[in-house]
């Protein structure tokens, strides 16, 4: 689970709570807390009540293809000779036809930068679409 669907179900959870009442429920640094609440918030997500107490108002759209469905603890193998061809058999695997940067990461069993640069080279080359921040796809035939 991704720390941005844990605060939301977190905050859906509790309906109003104080960001660090979130961080230490989940264990997480309140920073982090905080800016996934200040981008749910953005998002007409969330409704800020007073300096750090928020308001769930509904579950993001988006929220699936953070989640991916892909189970970090066990994630699936792939198989390629290059590291482009690794990336592109796990974004084959994608439940939610997108995945995280982090899934793309961890299922192509390649270190953070290398997964960044080989990304924005497939971008570029038109063989991967960019969802949004973070977020990648198959290009629609």
Excluded: H
């Excluded at 109003?16 to 918030?41: C, E, F, H, M, W």
Aim: aromatic share 6%; glycine share 8%.
């Amino acid at each position: 689970m991704t720390i941005r669907s844990a605060v939301v179900t977190e905050l859906e959870k509790m309906g109003t709570a104080k960001n660090i009442d979130i961080a230490r429920s989940l264990g997480l640094k309140p920073s982090a807390v905080g800016y996934v609440l200040y981008q749910l918030r953005m998002a007409g997500c969330a409704k800020r009540i007073d300096t750090g107490t928020y308001e769930f108002v509904r579950c993001p759209e988006n929220l699936r293809c953070w989640d991916d469905g892909i189970d970090f603890d066990n994630p699936p193998t792939v198989k390629g000779s290059t590291m482009p061809d690794r990336i592109l058999k796990a974004m084959d695997l994608a439940p939610n036809g997108a995945l995280s940067f982090l899934a793309i990461q961890k299922i192509s069993k390649l270190p953070r930068n290398v997964t960044g640069a080989v990304l924005s080279d497939l971008v570029r080359r038109n063989l991967v679409e960019r969802v949004q921040r973070g977020v990648y796809r198959l290009p629609q035939v």
